[in-house]
């Protein structure tokens, strides 16, 4: 599949594992050597209007997307949880 950076960017990225929202896709990690994407880095979110700073950033890597589609990005994993829902826990449905 062909998949141009502005078809990409802005896309909500959602994790399969936790149904949680991490955010849009705001950059590509892209490697010269292998000419090839590495990873989706979604920027943090400002806190207090960025007078206190920002979160930390999320880099999803490219093996862990599972489907680009028209609306979202779907990922798979454990290790991304969005900061702020880190406190939800998630029950399973089986």
Known sequence: ?????SEIKGKEIICVKTGTKLG????LEFDTDGMSVKALL???RCQ???LLGRQDDIRVDADDIQ???EDTV???GNRYISPKKDKI????LS
Do not use: E, Q
């Open 1 to 5: 599949m062909k998949c141009t950076f």
């Open 24 to 27: 849009y896709a705001d950059d």
């Open 42 to 44: 979604i920027f943090g």
């Open 48 to 50: 207090l209007f960025g």
């Open 67 to 69: 489907l680009i589609g």
């Open 74 to 76: 779907l990922i798979r």
């Open 89 to 92: 826990r998630v029950k399973s």
